[in-house]
Each structure stands twice: as structure tokens, then as C-alpha cells.
């Protein structure tokens, strides 16, 4: 039901959006959120978005640098990242059904596939 793309290879300080399109006529009753996982490490929170847009929750080491954003016309979320650091490297995950912005993976309902991205020089 979700299908994320906009992953790819670019040099630090660089920019990406990533997009989630979302099947299902709930989408816009649910909060969004992205998740990440680097190689060797586990799943982790990096932003979620209320069902409205109203609302945006960003960890800490993405704060001032990602933002988050949706069009419910479009069933779509994106992930705009700037400033992207090679710590950023991870693969993507968007995720929806949520009830409110969360970080904890479980509140959310279903998964996309996630897509790359990789902070190199």
C-alpha cells in the first residue's frame, strides 16, 4: 500500500526528496511517518506527520535539516532532506495507519519497501 522512491546517491551537504505514495482511501485519516536503517544498526525514527499536516515530530539528529510534508489530494508524503551528512546513509522507510505522530515503529499499521540512500563523497 505504500510505495517510496527519490532514494539515491549524493555528496554531502546535498540535497533529496523522497516521495511515499499511499493506495487506500484512509490515507488522509492516519499520520505518516519515516523510519531509517543503516547497515549493521536498528531501525530508527526520523519523522512523522499528523493526518492534517498540522503537526510535524522530527529526531533530533535530523531537526533543522529534514522536513516533512503531505498531500492528501495526492495520497502522498515526502521527505524533504538538506544538509545530508554521511550518517545519513540508511535505508528509507515511510509508514502510515497511525493514530498521532509517533516515533515507536509499532503504532504504525503498514510499511513500504524503503529505498536507498547514500551520503558519499
Known amino acids: 500500500q505504500l510505495q517510496a522512491s527519490g532514494g539515491g546517491s549524493v555528496q554531502p551537504e546535498g540535497s533529496l526528496r523522497l516521495s511515499c505514495a499511499a493506495s487506500?482511501?484512509?490515507?488522509?485519516?492516519?499520520?505518516m511517518g519515516w523510519f531509517r536503517q543503516a547497515p549493521g544498526k536498528e531501525r530508527e525514527f526520523v519523522a512523522a506527520?499528523?493526518?492534517?499536516?498540522?503537526?510535524?515530530y522530527y529526531a533530533d539528529s535530523v531537526k533543522g535539516r529534514f522536513t516533512t510534508s503531505r498531500d492528501n489530494a495526492k495520497n502522498t508524503v515526502y521527505l524533504q532532506m538538506n544538509s545530508l551528512k554521511p550518517e545519513d546513509t540508511a535505508v528509507y522507510y515511510c509508514?502510515?495507519?497511525?493514530?498521532?505522530?509517533?516515533?515507536?515503529?509499532?503504532?504504525?499499521?503498514?510499511w513500504g519497501q524503503g529505498t536507498l540512500v547514500t551520503v558519499s563523497s
Open positions: 509508514a502510515g495507519g497511525a493514530t498521532f505522530t509517533s516515533d515507536y515503529g509499532g503504532s504504525y499499521a503498514y
Open positions: 487506500g482511501r484512509t490515507f488522509s485519516r492516519h499520520a
Open positions: 506527520i499528523s493526518w492534517s499536516g498540522g503537526s510535524t
